[in-house]
């Protein structure tokens, strides 16, 4: 018995020696972690926020961070106890930091880890778009330029010559002229910022070697816009006052830069045939090759960030070629998609959970969403970089709303709507409503309407309430309002089997309702040409159709639960709905006869849907996905269809989200 007393007594002196080595610091016995983390990607830095947790009484905080690649270096720094922020200065853009902040407490030891992962990203935003047009001992450089107001100036590096040649900002072209024919030349220009400058943008071209025509490139792939320019170094005889084009396909133009696009494989010749003030002509030609699409689904991961998608639809860039698409969890990230390559082109980081976050874009390309549970309306720019961002009053379960007088709404579940001007992101004016916000849209006089969960509101641009309905209307979230051709009449689908409400855009009376008894939440209204209105519902798996008189045209079931799920309208005379839910094996997405309700076209998914799609200028159905290990895709399927454009055929109005008339 006492050899078995002495060895606890031994062990115990051993144990309490390695409690007092030098890894005590480390430990986390009856300590406290922080919480909340948030890493701020900005121009080779990153800003930290983290709190306290309530009982917790740390004398300072130590904050470190590893990189991806390993070749850039890591570090680390300590604050004091009251300190809750730090901004982490002369890092490398595009490297993937991972940040780890522990409080430090007064005996020296360290509570857990929390870790937040971020991507700093610069500002100094390059030109886009250089194109290059040969002419003889000279080249044309044409671009589009930044949209911002503090680059200074180009820097234009051409090979073989030593200087750069220094160019106004204000110029969007520059001819480079005393160059070798037959030698090929590559151009760079650069953006030139007070605190740097832009990566370069490249292209190459042979003086000497003339075309008539220029586009991007002459390989496209089914449905992709092409802009098409005649060369003025080519035709050269004389002014030109008339341009007349034939896109090989049957399809003419006489405008002077015309866009157009092939929905056939093949090979086409492009003619063009330039009027001379004189009365003289000149001809040239170019060959397109079209291809088949290049992709088909992709998964939304890219660089460790990833997510699937809940209740966004896909909104596109004002050409058409960028889709954006916002997940939902584990966080809520903003994925900028080129829907011709089929690649991630950037990730907006936003480090919590959301709903969405309701995508829009502006006519200039600015990217708006609502990181929901952090409170945040972000505006980001084309290239993925942060324009501002506005910290309001609460999480947000309505989708925003842009103006044409570039007004951005915003509302929260607090019940606040917010005005904040587009460009600058200063709030113009803010108002309280009633109740939890659900969903907003802009009316052609840029008056604005909020749904909340017990009433909807008018107010005009400057913030003056108009009027409030009387009755009860509890509005379903995320952006169920939608309105008809002329302007007077707005749709709001509701919760609890309310179904659809036709409310009178000037006196806010309610023309009528349409319950959807027993089918639970009604989501997502749009309107096609006739006038018919067209929702879903969350527990009676339907997608109904509504006459403009308030009477059901049809109402059919897809055999599965559409939760979230809302339906596009296609310039094809279908409507196009996914299913949330299985229907044998499988989730569907289902093309629905607009006249009859009866299925004419089926899409078979191993991954589950929980949102709207929408469709491109491509011709293709886009859908987000939910797929495991919190990873989802985004869905392009062909359906030979575009858009259709003259009526509420999408959530959010329009492919851009706009929510606005």
Known sequence: MKNIIYSIFIASILLFSACNDEDIPNANFNTYEASNLKAIAGDEEVSLSWEALEGSNPSGYYVSWTVNPLSLKGGDL????????????????????????????????????????????????PAT?????????????????????????????VSSIND??????????YVVEGLTNDTEYEFSLICVYPNGT?????????????????????????????????????FTMGTVQSVSWNFGDGNTS?????THSYPVIGNYTVGITVIYEDGTSESGSIVMEVSNYAWSIMDLNYNGLSGYVKVSN?????????AYIPTSSPNGHLFAIDVIKGKVKWVYQISTLTYGGGALVGEDGTVYTCGEKDNTVYAINPDGTKKWTYVVDGAMGAFPALSSDGTLYCATNAGTLYAINASTGSVSWNKTT??????????ASNNVFAGTNSAIYKFNASGTELWKTSATVNVTERGSFAMDASGTTLYATQKGSAGLSAIDMATGNIRWTYANGGGGDAYFPIVGLDGTIYFSDKGGKKVYAVNSNGTLKWGKSLGAALTYCGAVLADNGKIYCATQGKVGSSYMVYGLNTATGDIVFEYESAQQFMA????????????????????????AIPIEAGPETSSWSVRGGDIYGTNRK
Not at 434 to 443: C, E, K, L, N, Y
């Open 198 to 234: 832009s990566d370069a943008i490249s292209t190459k071209a042979t003086p000497g070697q003339v075309y008539p025509i220029i586009v991007a490139s002459n390989a496209l792939t089914l449905n992709e816009p092409c802009t098409f320019e005649y060369n003025d170094m080519y």
């Open 314 to 322: 896909p909104v596109f860039s004002p050409d058409g070629r960028t």
């Open 164 to 173: 750069p040649i220094i160019i106004d900002r204000d110029h969007e072209s």
């Open 612 to 635: 709207t799609a929408s469709i491109g200028p491509d011709k293709r159905l886009y859908m987000g996905t939910i797929g495991s290990d919190n990873i989802g895709s985004l869905l």
């Open 254 to 258: 006489t405008e002077k830069e015309p």
């Open 434 to 443: 009633g109740g939890t916000s659900s969903a907003i849209v802009v009316d």
């Open 129 to 157: 778009n250089l194109i290059a047009a040969a002419g003889d001992e000279k080249i044309r450089l044409k671009w589009t330029k930044p949209d911002v107001d503090n680059f200074t100036e180009y820097k234009l590096l």
């Open 78 to 125: 300590s604050v004091d106890g009251n300190t809750m922020t730090a901004t982490i200065t002369e890092l490398v853009n595009g490297g993937k930091y991972t940040f780890s902040v522990q409080p430090v407490y007064s005996d020296g030891r360290k509570g857990g880890k929390i870790l937040a992962t971020v991507q700093p990203v610069s500002t100094r935003i």
